[in-house]
């Protein structure tokens, strides 16, 4: 809802500077979600009266005019204008006035004839963008007043955002009464205008929808002057909000509507035939809107029609038929209360608009009949005209029960903090129009009318700190003793250390929420349990995650969609599984992933653009890994995993306990993720490394290393790592550098062969090895491979 500030000082006006309200509205819980200060951007205008008006000698399209605007002489003035008439008080913009989008007025001549200035319209002022009327001002105003001044434009438009649970902070009269009661002040009561019943005419209404809620209250005016103008005051102020229109109806409807919050709808009462009926749409009605639109409807939506059409749904949605327009004379001024089930119903066929919005929010059932007779009384007297009486049904009376609400005085302290005493409360309460009932320890309230959110003894609380002011609660630390289990510091220096490896990788950090798209992540792990949350705070984020894979791979989808050639992000966390064994049957563990995707490094002009394939990822894994536990106890074994490539994927074990995966995305995957082919994820459980010993500090041997290279030929279907694991065995008792550093397939190896390349680096910490020793434990190693895969030396 947008407004103008000094709008809303008609209702409430605090002796406090504009920055001040804007933060007390906020401090009231409703978001000021912007402030634009409109200024007027003409200098230079007056008012001026017309003395004489007489067409040109040479067009019938322009008119001479001699304008008094207090000055000796009076300004000649040659106009287009077809509004003009003598004794006109009007806008004058003189010699040297600048008017919006850097118009200056000059004296100039206009076939022959001398112009000393420019009548002005609304539009080419900068406001009411459809009016270009030369502007009329009532005859008692002063001739020569500076326009800037009497139409006081210079104001702030608040625009603020409203939580469904707060629909009081949808009108000036709700704002009002949030901000007198944070300064301690009255609104004035509401003053009902009843307008007098001058008719006897009504027309009927019948609810046929006794499962819904619906309060409809309506009457007939009759005789009204539609195409009047609408005051300036009002313009003016719906200017500001933007909701101005040419129809002087809506706009009435629409300045009600922002000051009390109470939606209104009228209607060509010319074309009801009969009663008003409200019933549910037969399944296939339509309903035509104005520009031949057509709506189907079904059974679920809510109608009020006549004997033989449909006239309306709710939200203002008017059929061609019973639409004001410019020739209506006689209208059918309504207000109606349905439930909130009814809208949703009508918002899925409809677009939501500003009316369903209220209606989907709640209203207050008490201002319908003071929304009816404040509407009837601006019509009357802006458009003339003859109201009937107010005609009502209500066939559910619940929409205006409120429970009593008991609230204790020790349990609000409690939940707060601090102390309050109860004299403080109870004025708050007051000032909120709570009704109360004080006893020793506590109250009984009743919320207002116009709270529909306040359902329990912690939303009273609530509405009392907000008044009493955030800012007033006293900075006290909280005193707690944790009791940390030490493996949570182990696992916290784990992470500590595995973020600055990565990160000095190129990684970037990311802290994703524990609730994901169940849908997503059923796509990753189709076979396993998940627990769905009862109240999600979205749809896409409404079950506990199992992996923290679903978070990265949405992270590498946004980042793609925005142009990044090369992802590189890991997150660490809780991850919820079902587990009957464990408390409470969801077992709780903290795990590290990363994801890599796109290129490996930057366009350059010295580097060929590469993708990042398995190994990066592995390479980047085994850092962290080689620094948590040394890799003699890692092993990578390839197996089939969900959500990862058949061919590129592989379990990671440590001690032969299995703790995380690693590979490429599954390729099924990647259109229905938005990830492209050269992504790869791995994940580890750190709750595995708890019992790990601390590594020692060893000195560092002053004797050379030693470097030996075979090259063995052994079967294609052998796994490399098999190799290099029995070669470590063999070796146990010596310190050897073990490392892979070739693999070579041929056509001329028969019978599915491969070459693997080995080095082994020696080094004693108390002398210099003999070659002799090392070419003998080379070649009984040798003989142990023969022995297990029936290696062959390459020679």
């Excluded at 040659?78 to 004058?92: E, H, I, P, Q, T």
């Excluded at 006689?330 to 209360?337: A, E, R, T």
């Excluded at 590129?648 to 306990?657: E, M």
Aim: aromatic share 10%; proline share 3%; net charge positive.
């Amino acid at each position: 809802m947008k407004f103008s500030e000094k709008w809303l000082r008609e209702w409430i006006d605090p002796k406090v500077n504009s920055n001040t309200l804007h933060e007390q509205i906020s401090s009231a819980g409703i978001e000021v979600e912007d402030i634009e200060n409109f200024e007027s951007k003409f200098n230079g205008v007056v008012v001026g009266q017309i003395i004489q008006c007489f067409f040109h000698s040479q067009s019938q399209n322009l008119k001479i005019l001699k304008v008094d605007i207090g000055k000796k002489k009076l300004l000649n003035i040659v106009c287009g204008a077809s509004n003009c008439f003598n004794g006109m008080k009007v806008a004058v913009a003189t010699i040297g006035a600048t008017l919006p989008k850097n118009i200056k007025i000059n004296q100039r001549v206009l076939k022959g004839e001398l112009s000393e200035g420019m009548l002005c319209s609304f539009f080419e002022l900068g406001i009411f963008v459809n009016d270009n009327k030369i502007i009329e001002f009532p005859q008692e105003t002063l001739i020569g007043t500076n326009v800037n001044d009497y139409l006081s434009l210079n104001d702030n438009i608040i625009k603020v955002s409203v939580t469904s649970n707060r629909p009081d902070g949808l009108s000036l009269l709700g704002l009002s009464r949030n901000i007198a009661a944070i300064n301690n002040l009255k609104i004035s009561p509401l003053i009902y205008k009843s307008a007098p019943v001058v008719i006897q005419e009504k027309i009927d209404i019948n609810v046929h929808a006794k499962k819904k809620c619906i309060n409809f209250l309506g009457r007939i005016i009759k005789d009204i002057n539609i195409n009047v103008e609408t005051p300036f005051w009002m313009k003016k102020k719906l200017f500001f909000s933007d909701v101005l229109s040419e129809n002087i109806i809506t706009n009435i409807i629409n300045y009600v509507l922002i000051e009390v919050g109470q939606p209104l709808n009228a209607l060509n009462s010319d074309n009801i035939n009969g009663s008003i009926i409200v019933r549910m749409a037969k399944d296939k009605e339509n309903i035509f809107l104005n520009n031949n639109i057509k709506i189907s409807l079904n059974e679920n939506i809510l109608v009020f029609s006549d004997t033989n059409k449909i006239l309306s749904l709710p939200g203002n949605i008017n059929s061609n038929i019973v639409d004001v327009n410019k020739n209506t004379k006689n209208i059918f001024l309504s207000s109606f209360l349905i439930d909130r089930k009814s809208i949703s119903y009508i918002i899925k066929k409809m677009n939501f608009n500003k009316v369903l919005e209220y209606y989907n929010y709640g209203i207050d059932p008490s201002l319908q009949n003071y929304a009816i007779e404040y509407a009837t009384d601006l019509i009357i007297k802006i458009c003339g005209g003859m109201s009937g009486p107010i005609i009502g049904e209500k066939n559910n009376l619940d929409i205006y029960k409120k429970n009593t609400i008991r609230l204790y005085h020790q349990k609000l302290n409690k939940i707060i903090g601090f102390f309050i005493d109860i004299i403080t409360i109870s004025n708050i309460l007051y000032s909120l129009d709570y009704q109360l009932n004080f006893q020793k320890n506590f109250w009984d309230v009743i919320p207002p009318s116009w709270r529909f959110d306040i359902l329990i003894e912690e939303d009273v609380i609530s509405d009392i700190l907000r008044i009493y002011g955030y800012n007033n609660i006293s900075l006290t630390p909280l005193k707690e003793f944790l009791n940390y289990r030490k493996e949570n510091t182990l696992i916290d220096s784990l992470l500590k250390k595995s973020a600055i490896i990565l990160i000095n990788q190129g990684y970037y950090e990311v802290i994703n929420y524990g609730f994901v798209d169940p849908k997503i992540q059923s796509l990753i792990f189709p076979n396993k349990k998940t627990l769905l949350l009862s109240n999600p705070i979205s749809q896409d984020m409404s079950c506990m995650r199992l992996s923290l894979w679903p978070g990265l791979l949405k992270n590498i989808s946004y980042n793609k969609n925005r142009q990044q050639q090369s992802i590189r992000i890991f997150e660490s966390g809780l991850c919820f599984s079902v587990d009957k064994t464990e408390k409470l049957g969801v077992k709780q563990e903290i795990f590290l992933a990363a994801a890599i995707s796109g290129n490996y490094i930057k366009e350059n002009w010295y580097h060929k653009i590469r993708k990042m394939d398995f190994y990066d990822l592995k390479g980047d894994l085994e850092s962290i890994l080689e620094l948590l536990c040394k890799l003699n106890h890692i092993e990578f074994r390839h197996e089939i995993i969900s959500g990862l490539h058949p061919k590129q994927s592989a379990s990671i074990y440590f001690k032969n306990h299995l703790i995380g995966s690693i590979g490429a995305i599954d390729p099924r995957l990647e259109k229905k993720l938005n990830v492209n082919s050269a992504t790869f994820l791995f994940e580890i459980s750190l709750n595995n490394f708890l019992d790990i010993e601390p590594f020692k500090i060893r000195e560092i041997s002053k004797f050379p290393t030693i470097r030996r290279d075979i090259a063995i030929l052994i079967s294609e279907d052998i796994v490399v790592n098999n190799v290099i694991k029995k070669c470590k065995q063999f070796f146990i008792n010596q310190k050897v550098e073990i490392n892979l550093f070739d693999i070579y397939f041929c056509k001329e190896f028969h019978n599915k062969k491969k070459s693997l390349g080995i080095s082994f680096i020696f080094q004693n910490e108390q002398r210099t090895l003999k070659d002799d020793e090392i070419n003998l434990m080379i070649n009984d190693c040798i003989g142990v491979l023969e022995e297990k895969f029936q290696a062959v030396l390459r020679k």
